[in-house]
């Protein structure tokens, strides 16, 4: 079933290669060129999948890409969006070797345990960088968090320690049940 989904993928991908017209947007104010089709492999959650994009090039910038390939989340050697997802619940919960291992032996994946490492940081990195930035906008002001108009004068804290382990010396000269 996994083999048949993937070749309805790469299938339903084939149908647009990417191609966006004679020259596209760089990125950086620049027009590239287009220059033909690249194909490459993309592991998804249905396993390796053969897309051709159109590859683009900027003369002014010296580099190419692939606008379809920007679209669809699998720049350079990216996995699929939702396999990135996977493996980065894999790699936050066990150490990335583990990953690896589980993500071959629960989803029929195949994945190098630096290509779990890799993907796993750089996407724990992006969280990072939102996290940042959402603490920035709020400490400018720029976003205000809902909640409390006012900052709150008190605040009261309790713990409930009926269910804290002790030995009888802690328990000495107290008054209550020790069990």
């Known amino acids: 079933m996994q083999r048949l989904g993937g070749s309805l993928l790469e299938q339903l991908l084939d149908l647009d290669p990417g191609y966006r ?38 003369p002014e910038c010296g580099h190419g890409l692939c606008p379809r390939d920007q679209e669809l989340g699998v720049t350079d ?4 969006p939702g396999l990135r997802r ?51 906008e709020v400490l400018s002001g720029a976003v205000v968090p809902i909640g409390a108009n006012e900052p709150v004068s008190k605040l009261y804290v309790a713990v ?3 269910g804290v382990p002790t030995v009888p010396a802690d328990t000495l000269r107290t008054s209550g049940q020790v069990s």
């Open 160 to 162: 409930d320690g009926t």
């Open 21 to 58: 017209g004679p020259q596209v947007d760089c990125g950086s104010g620049h027009e590239a060129a287009f220059c033909g089709y690249r194909q490459k492999i993309v592991d998804t959650v249905l396993g390796p999948v053969h897309l051709r994009s159109a590859y683009s090039h900027c």
């Open 77 to 80: 050697n990216s996995p699929s």
């Open 86 to 136: 996977m493996v980065a619940r894999l790699g936050s919960q066990e150490p990335f070797a583990q990953g690896q291992w589980d993500l071959a032996e629960l989803a029929g994946l195949h994945l190098t345990t630096k290509r779990v490492e890799r993907s796993s940081e750089a996407d724990g990195e992006r969280v990072r960088a939102v996290i940042e930035q959402q603490a920035k």
